[in-house]
């Protein structure tokens, strides 16, 4: 399984919105309804962001949303602060008993 | 609350042999399937493969396959990582993940630190 491509870094100033891709195949993104995002801090555990592509899990802040379009699924970021400054990792279903892949992450930079 | 706690960093020569765990608690052990996560240094997330608790079915990806064994205890709702043999290359930090229905991450341990070295 292949990993799901991300651009390496993105930034944006304060206040601004930015979007992050995260680009994968007929068999997994644009397969299923099924993809996650975590953010990273520096040496913290990874947190579930968005889950089903645009669901968020309860005390995650609604300036962070997802959507899909095709094979690629987004995640953009609203209202930027500088707590959003993170790796951002995405990951696909890929089918019943299948491991579904990350992306290779993207550090956001808040400028 | 759903919890996992891992079991603490380790220090390792090459050729050892070391397995690490993840105690659940907060929901039924059984209803979901557990697994783990590698991180190397300076690097992204690897799914390395997952156990259902309910009848030890395990699932690897293929580059973990035959590199690492994944199982679990029901009975003290545990999930464990073992390798037989280690090398340098195995040095990373190893997350306990729980996913929900369609084997995505839901819920993190707080990460084991391996080091292997000589």
């Known amino acids: 399984q292949s990993a799901l491509t991300q651009p390496r870094s993105v930034s944006g100033s304060p206040g601004q919105s930015v979007t992050i891709s995260c680009t994968g195949t007929?068999?997994?993104?644009?397969?299923?309804?099924?993809v996650s995002w975590y953010q990273q801090h520096p040496g913290k555990v990874p947190k579930l962001m968005i889950y089903?592509?645009?669901k968020r899990p309860s005390g995650v802040p609604d300036r962070f949303s997802g959507s899909k379009s095709g094979n690629t699924a987004s995640l953009t970021i609203s209202g930027l602060q500088a707590e959003d400054e993170a790796d951002y990792y995405c990951?696909?279903?890929?089918?019943?008993?299948?491991?579904?892949?990350f992306g290779g992450g993207t550090k956001l930079t808040v400028l | 609350e759903v919890q996992l706690v891992q079991s603490g960093a380790a220090l390792k020569q090459p050729g050892e042999s070391l397995t690490i765990s993840c105690k659940a608690s907060?929901?039924?052990?059984?209803?979901?399937?557990i697994g783990w996560v590698r991180q190397m240094p300076g690097k992204g997330l690897e799914w390395m493969g997952v156990?259902?608790?309910?009848?030890?079915?395990?699932r690897y990806s293929p580059s973990f396959q035959g590199q690492v064994s994944i199982s679990a205890d029901r009975s003290i709702s545990t999930a464990y990582l073992h390798w037989s043999s280690l090398k340098a290359s195995d040095t990373a930090m190893y997350y306990c993940?729980?996913?929900?229905?369609?084997?995505?991450?839901?819920?993190w341990g707080q990460g084991s630190l391996i080091t292997v070295s000589s």
């Open positions: 993940a729980r996913p929900g229905d369609q084997w995505l991450p839901y819920y």
């Open positions: 907060g929901y039924t052990f059984t209803r979901y399937w």
């Open positions: 156990t259902n608790p309910s009848d030890s079915d395990t």
């Open positions: 007929s068999s997994d993104v644009g397969g299923y309804n099924y």
């Open positions: 089903d592509v645009t």
């Open positions: 990951c696909s279903y890929a089918g019943a008993y299948t491991l579904g892949p």
